[in-house]
Structures are given as C-alpha cells and as structure tokens.
T-cell receptor, first 118, second 109 residues
Framework: GAVVSQHPSRVICKSGTSVKIECRSL??????MFWYRQFPKQSLMLMAT?????????EQGVEKDKFLINHASLTLSTLTVTSAHPEDSSFYIC??????????????FGEGSRLTVL | GQNIDQPTEMTATEGAIVQINCTYQ??????LFWYQQHAGEAPTFLSYNVLDGLEEKGRFSSFLSRSKGYSYLLLKELQMKDSASYLC??????????WGAGTKLIIKP
C-alpha cells in the first residue's frame, strides 16, 4: 500500500512554455503533499508544502507565481512550472503523508519527473 | 543554522559490510530517517529512529545517538543492487525534514 504516482516521468519543453506535473496518492488519502527539486548530485530541496483545500506554503526563495501548486483533492496535487527556462531543468519529486503515517510521519515518494527545458 | 553531514561517496565490496555515518545539528529533534535513492529514481524509506539505539531490519540496521547528534546506517552482505545514494534526514522541532546531501555507495564485485 501507500503508493504515490507521479506523471509525467520525463518531459522536454521549449523555453517559455508551461509544464504541469501531477502527483497522485493511489491507495490512501494524502493529508499533506510536498514538492521537492533535486539537482544532480545534490540533496532534495523542499519547494513547498500543500494541504488539501488550502494554499501551498512555499519555502524561502521559491517563486510562488512561477511554481503553481494546486492540491484540489486528498489524492491529487499538481505543480505547474510557468514560463519555464533552462535553469528550471531539474528532477522534481513529490511526496505525500497520509493520516496513517502516524508518529513517524513517513513520507511516500512519487517516481519523480525529470524536466528538461531547451 | 541547520546542518546534516554525511560522506559524499563510499566504495565497498560485494558481500562485505559498510557503515554510512550521519551527523546533524538541527533546531530540535523529532526523529531521523534513512532513505535509499537509486539514480534517476525517487527515494524509498529504509528506517526511522527516534530513540537511542540500534534498529535492525534484515540486512540493514540504523543506529542513533541523540546526545552525539549521530546516526549510522549499516548494510551487511552487500549486493550489487545496493549501489545507490543513501539520504539521512532529520525531523526538526517544527517537524520539518532537513535532508543531507546523500552518500553515493558504489559496490564492486
């Protein structure tokens, strides 16, 4: 159980276009979803935290108008990279925490989406 | 500031044992996680420690000393498939996860 699916796994787009990445919890209700960005050989960088039905909380330095996050239901969150530029090329990973995560607060990760902006 | 330190890279031989260390300085402590991440894939959960001591789970064990701000992940009977990055993450006083940069483990035959 506790499967998180992320789509698309790879996307290549032209500079200036927008890209939407979906994150779904398949067999549980995700009370909180997290979006991370990871550059090669670097650690996970938390971009934002979203709770269903409320606005996402963005980390310092992350532009909320550029990285639009929508958490419309307990099983779906989307990240839209607007007006993408080559420097936005990265590995984007979502993770979810369910109400059963309990004391550990274990996170379940999606497969990740590799974005390449030409 | 908050900081998680772990070695950048380690090399070990198939069948051997390897210990990956993690030291942390965080504002508060509410648990420590170890995750495994294969190249190009998302992290997968390995272990969670909140109390001092050793947690054993099959070939993998994780140790925590809160007074020393120290943890290690011990991998026994190494297999080629264990080649991956191992991420240490600490939950701080605000229950935010602070991530280490990861240790790339290379297994040689």
């Amino acid at each position: 159980g506790a499967v998180v699916s992320q789509h698309p796994s790879r996307v290549i787009c032209k500079s200036g276009t927008s890209v939407k990445i979906e994150c779904r919890s398949l067999d549980f209700q995700a009370t909180t979803m997290f979006w991370y960005r990871q550059f090669p050989k670097q650690s996970l960088m938390l971009m934002a935290t979203s709770n269903e039905g409320s606005k996402a909380t963005y980390e310092q330095g992350v532009e909320k108008d550029k990285f639009l996050i929508n958490h419309a239901s307990l099983t779906l969150s989307t990240l839209t990279v607007t007006s993408a530029h080559p420097e936005d090329s990265s590995f984007y990973i979502c993770s979810a925490r369910g109400d059963f995560s309990g004391e550990t607060g274990e996170l379940f990760f999606g497969e990740g989406s590799r974005l390449t902006v030409l | 500031g908050q900081n998680i330190d772990q070695p950048t890279e380690m090399t070990a031989t198939e069948g051997a044992i390897v210990q990956i260390n993690c030291t942390y300085q965080t504002s508060g402590f509410n648990g420590l996680f170890w995750y495994q991440q294969h190249a190009g894939e998302a992290p997968t959960f390995l272990s969670y420690n909140v109390l001092d001591g050793l947690e054993e789970k099959g070939r993998f064990s994780s140790f925590l000393s809160r007074s020393k701000g120290y943890s290690y992940l011990l991998l026994k009977e190494l297999q080629m498939k264990d080649s991956a990055s191992y991420l240490c993450a600490v939950k701080d006083s605000n229950y935010q996860l602070i991530w280490g940069a990861g240790t790339k483990l290379i297994i040689k035959p």
